[in-house]
């Protein structure tokens, strides 16, 4: 394993207490009376209140998630019946589980991935693609979030459905484990809402944040998208601010049809890719980023096309549109203007990073007066900087590979620097990434050392930390960075298996089997050897 593999593998130490005082606010927040997010009058641009973002929405009720689905024929009934009595001896909804929904009004199915459930909820990823029928399996190039190329349809990183619509009208296909990358948006989804109840955070904050987690509302997310955007109220956060904007995004499916021309207002939809004509008779594409009380903000595409565009995957309009190499314009425009052009709607797409931050710069300038927050890498970047060990991992990660949302260029001596500063810290992980760094290598910054990596491996295997101490025992079995010794490695396998050090069991029990074969391999003389290198190590600890 790389160390970039075991840095995506890292997990947030307080990830689990996040999610349960998230999970424990839900409840609260549920038992309250909603409000209309229109008397929170403390958001604001310009003096202007930007929580009254759609006033067809009615914030006193909870709308139902977009992937609700009407209720289910006698014959989905049976398939679905016949699936749950088949796999029976599974919990459901199956975490991992490969489940097909049907699109509203007998429509087509699509598939979702179980990432986690609670009380009222599912949560799920939605893949691309289409199906006439419930396919029987599916294979790795069938789940994908990207664009179809064919029918234009998209993924979601994270949706939430109500536990109800789940349950009544979800297809049993496959399971399959979950994986680091399942659990993007879901994260996202969790810190996002935890920012907002963190109790630093103003009442409308909080308030915003369960509308749009528990209400699923368009007003509170949009709300959400353009703090998290601006750095106003919350970190600048361009990751968490097109989480939300893309959530607004699902809620459009099947709102207007492909080649409808946009009559109301209520079809002017965010992440809706739209064609008109210009008083020459061309026609330009444009796409809606987001469509509030202060207009529809459009990025339009700089080429035009002499005849209407035919009906198309949207994704391949734009890139055909915006062929000559120039940049897109951002115009906002009063929902009154852009119903007079008048608009065909050619299709939804999710919202792109560049989309996102030409949409930010647009912003600013509403905001030139306002005094921003710092963006998260910042705030991570301070927490490195006061001597934080797991910052200063963090920070180590974002160098590593690079962030274009968060607008962080890759370097591997920044990286380096603060690993080497957490390790200095007494921190396991890092020092044992720093292991791995030297062992594997990084092009022209960091040449292999096998020595140096095991130096560095001892060290985090001394601090505790359970993998470094499985590796170090491999090292020494293969003599790798250092002499070969077969004794030595029995004792850190008996180390790595009798103590507390993060190991999962069948992580432990895999070292104890690979024990007893050295075990059996050794001759009397080394075995006393292993108990004396064992006991050695265990009064450094």
Not at 4 to 29: G, T, V, Y
Not at 139 to 166: C, M, N, R
Not at 249 to 264: P, W, Y
Not at 443 to 466: K, M, T
Request: with cysteine.
């Amino acid at each position: 394993m790389s160390f970039f593999d075991f840095l995506k593998k890292l997990a947030d130490s307080d990830r689990h207490d996040r999610r349960k005082q998230l999970e424990a606010a839900s409840f609260r927040h549920e038992g309250e009376e909603a409000e209309s997010c229109a008397a929170l009058d403390s958001i604001r641009i310009k003096d202007e209140p930007l929580s009254a973002l759609a006033p067809e929405f009615n914030l006193s009720s909870q709308p139902e998630a977009e992937t609700a689905l009407p209720e289910m024929n006698p014959q989905h009934q049976r398939a679905v019946e016949h699936r749950l009595v088949a796999e029976s001896s599974t919990p459901y909804p199956l975490p991992g589980g490969i489940y097909a929904m049907q699109e509203r009004n007998g429509g087509l199915y699509r598939i979702v991935k179980v990432v986690h459930a609670e009380d009222g909820f599912v949560h799920v990823l939605r893949y691309a693609g289409r199906f006439l029928q419930v396919p029987e399996r599916l294979s790795e190039q069938e789940l994908t979030l990207e664009v179809d190329a064919i029918d234009g349809s998209f993924g979601a990183e994270h949706l939430p459905i109500p536990a109800q619509s789940f349950a009544a009208n979800s297809i049993f296909i496959q399971d399959r484990p979950l994986t680091d990358s399942d659990f993007r948006g879901w994260q996202l989804y969790v810190d996002s809402v935890y920012d907002c109840l963190s109790d630093n955070s103003p009442a409308w904050l909080r308030k915003v944040g369960s509308y749009a987690a528990w209400r699923d509302d368009p007003n509170a997310m949009a709300v959400l998208a353009d703090r998290y955007l601006l750095g106003v109220d919350l970190p600048r956060d361009s990751k968490k601010s097109r989480y939300w904007l893309n959530r607004i995004v699902q809620r459009g499916i099947s709102i207007i049809q492909l080649g409808e021309q946009v009559r109301e207002e209520y079809q002017i939809l965010t992440g809706g890719v739209y064609s008109y004509a210009e008083e020459d008779g061309s026609w330009v594409v444009c796409k809606a980023v987001l469509k509030d009380r202060h207009g529809v903000q459009l990025l339009i595409c700089p080429t035009h096309f002499e005849h209407m565009p035919k009906k198309t995957n949207p994704a391949r309009l734009l890139a055909h549109a915006a062929q000559s190499g120039q940049e897109c314009v951002h115009a906002s425009l009063t929902a009154d203007d852009f119903l007079n052009r008048p608009a065909l709607f050619m299709g939804l797409l999710p919202i792109t990073l560049e989309e996102l931050h030409c949409y930010r710069k647009h912003l600013r300038a509403l905001c030139s007066e306002t005094t921003f927050q710092p963006s998260t890498f910042e705030v991570l970047l301070q927490r490195a900087e006061a001597n934080e060990a797991e910052a200063q991992l963090e920070v180590a990660q974002m160098y590593l590979t690079g962030d274009p949302e968060w607008e962080i260029e890759q370097s591997i001596p920044e990286a380096v620097r603060w690993l080497t500063e957490a390790a200095n810290l007494g921190h396991g992980p890092a020092a044992y990434a720093l292991s791995m760094i030297c062992r594997d290598g990084a092009g022209d910054a960091v040449a292999q050392d096998a020595p140096l990596s095991f130096e560095w491996l001892l060290y985090a295997a001394q601090l505790n930390y359970g993998l470094a101490q499985l590796e170090a025992a491999e090292c020494c079995l293969q003599g790798q960075g250092c002499p070969q010794d077969a004794a030595l490695a029995h004792a850190w396998l008996s180390v790595a298996v009798s103590h507390d050090n993060g190991l999962s069991e069948e992580q432990k029990q895999r070292a104890k089997t690979q024990r007893q074969d050295i075990d059996a391999a050794l001759p009397a003389a080394q075995k006393a050897k292993a108990r004396d290198y064992f006991r050695h190590l265990q009064d450094s600890f």
